[in-house]
């Protein structure tokens, strides 16, 4: 089994969403959503398919993959922690909130522990300045988070993930 087949990912699945909106005016943006909606992440497998379907150079593609930030290009954790790092988030401790879940996680910024639990993000506004610093768990919001609340809000997600240590069993 190929690694591409162990994570879900699956060309012929993939060559169908390409195809089906190949003929779209401005076809990329919209295939990368697809395959990022079907199969949670856009795999090195995708870029042939449509590099062939728009005509397109392999850097190209590549380029706009990874411009755009909220295009994964690995699968995302069980859970999806991001920490904001805009200005007002910073000036109240974002990067020693930052610091703490990364030692805790064993993880750095767009990376997932390895038992798939949590994948961090960064991002830079969630919008919720006054009360920052701010994080968003699985779309939900937390303001005036400190390294002991980001502690009990991760445990109360993962459960036990986040405490037992990487290989055993959850």
Same mark, same amino acid.
């Given at each position: =089994?190929?690694?591409?087949?162990?994570?879900?990912?699956?060309?012929?699945?993939?060559?169908?969403?390409?195809?089906?909106?190949?003929? @779209?005016?401005?076809?990329?943006?919209?295939?990368?959503?697809? $395959?990022?909606?079907?199969?949670?992440?856009?795999?090195?497998?995708?870029?042939?398919?449509?590099?062939?379907?728009?005509?397109?150079?392999?850097?190209?593609?590549?380029?706009?993959?990874?411009?755009?930030?909220?295009?994964?290009?690995?699968? *995302?954790?069980?859970?999806? $922690?991001? $920490?904001? /790092?805009?200005?007002?988030?910073?000036? =109240?401790?974002?990067?020693?909130?930052?610091?703490?879940?990364?030692?805790?996680?064993?993880?750095? =910024?767009?990376?997932?522990?390895?038992?798939?639990?949590?994948?961090?993000?960064?991002?830079?506004? $969630?919008?919720?300045?006054?009360?920052?610093?701010?994080? =968003?768990?699985?779309? /939900?919001?937390?303001?005036?988070?400190? *390294?002991?609340?980001?502690?009990?809000? @991760?445990?109360?997600?993962?459960?036990?993930?986040?405490?037992?240590?990487?290989? *055993?069993?959850?």
């Amino acid at each position: =089994m190929t690694d591409t087949q162990a994570s879900g990912w699956d060309v012929e699945r993939a060559r169908l969403t390409v195809d089906a909106l190949a003929r @779209l005016p401005g076809a990329l943006l919209p295939i990368l959503h697809a $395959l990022q909606d079907e199969f949670g992440y856009v795999d090195d497998a995708a870029i042939p398919l449509i590099t062939d379907a728009l005509n397109l150079s392999r850097a190209e593609v590549i380029g706009v993959l990874h411009f755009y930030h909220d295009f994964r290009t690995t699968p *995302s954790g069980r859970h999806t $922690l991001q $920490l904001c /790092r805009a200005e007002a988030c910073q000036s =109240m401790g974002a990067d020693a909130l930052v610091q703490h879940v990364e030692e805790r996680l064993g993880v750095a =910024m767009g990376e997932t522990t390895e038992d798939g639990a949590v994948t961090l993000r960064d991002v830079y506004c $969630l919008g919720n300045c006054a009360l920052s610093p701010a994080v =968003m768990l699985d779309g /939900r919001l937390h303001g005036r988070v400190t *390294s002991e609340r980001i502690d009990a809000i @991760l445990a109360a997600a993962v459960e036990t993930t986040v405490e037992a240590p990487a290989g *055993s069993p959850r």
